[in-house]
């Protein structure tokens, strides 16, 4: 790994375990207005407080969330969009580049790929460009990558996550994002096939605190790299308190009871 791009990394993962808990905010291009994203300062600095490590967003966002006061926070640049109200809503599109990022201060980017989809050669298409680009550059690339499409009948079988992390990995990714496949030991499989850290996705919104944190403890233990989890983050009551919870689990491998005492629950 080139020295520029080992030096971003550990903006975004921790030097001394190799974990990372990462927010990703890039909801309203695909959805609209989104509860938890209307004041984006608010929000970060109350990630930031809590002890995030990096959060993700798009281009635009960058002004929005700035702040001049209080923690710092690495920042992920995502370069892929599409709407949820076009007809191929799981087709993304390159909407940024690598030298936009860096422009904005960026300490990573990232892109979407859906396997499966009928545009899924164009979306690994274009993950291939940015890898190079984020080589050429120095710059860390993490890769989302999901099973949707017509022959996904479930896209959280463990097999098709594995595939999905192989993906990611063998098309340039330093780190890889996937769906979390529900239990350890099939978890523990997808992250053997990868030789770069593998954090989760929070999916939809879940009916309880312990069930976030039970999850986030789960894919650890099968020696996942910690999270990139939305909604399940920002739109909690006590946010800022729910990332210093989850920094107690990735970061000083608290329990979830102990974690729980945390949030106040």
Request: one cysteine or more.
């Amino acid at each position: 790994m080139y020295l520029g791009k080992k030096i971003r990394m550990e903006r975004i993962l921790k030097r001394n375990n190799g974990r990372t808990i990462i927010v990703p905010m890039d909801h309203g291009v695909s959805m609209g207005r989104v509860e938890g994203l209307i004041d984006m300062r608010e929000t970060v600095s109350d990630l930031a407080e809590g002890g995030a490590d990096a959060v993700l967003m798009h281009k635009g966002l960058v002004r929005c969330g700035y702040r001049s006061r209080g923690k710092d926070v690495g920042l992920i640049i995502h370069l892929s969009a599409s709407t949820d109200l076009s007809p191929l809503p799981n087709s993304k599109t390159l909407v940024g580049t690598v030298e936009e990022a860096i422009r904005h201060g960026a300490d990573a980017v990232s892109v979407h790929v859906n396997i499966g989809d009928e545009n899924e050669a164009s979306m690994l298409a274009d993950m291939g460009k940015v890898a190079g680009a984020c080589d050429d550059w120095g710059m860390p690339l993490l890769a989302m990558v999901y099973a949707r499409g017509p022959k996904i009948a479930n896209s959280y079988d463990p097999k098709l996550i594995a595939h999905c992390a192989r993906v990611g990995v063998e098309l340039g990714a330093d780190v890889v994002k996937v769906s979390y496949s529900g239990d350890v030991e099939s978890f523990s499989r997808v992250v053997d096939s990868c030789c770069v850290p593998v954090v989760i996705a929070g999916g939809q919104r879940m009916d309880s605190t312990r069930d976030v944190l039970t999850m986030v403890y789960d894919s650890l233990q099968a020696g996942g790299a910690g999270i990139s989890i939305g909604r399940n983050v920002f739109q909690h009551p006590r946010r800022a308190k729910l990332v210093a919870a989850l920094k107690a689990v990735v970061h000083e491998n608290a329990s979830v009871e102990e974690a729980l005492a945390i949030v106040g629950e």
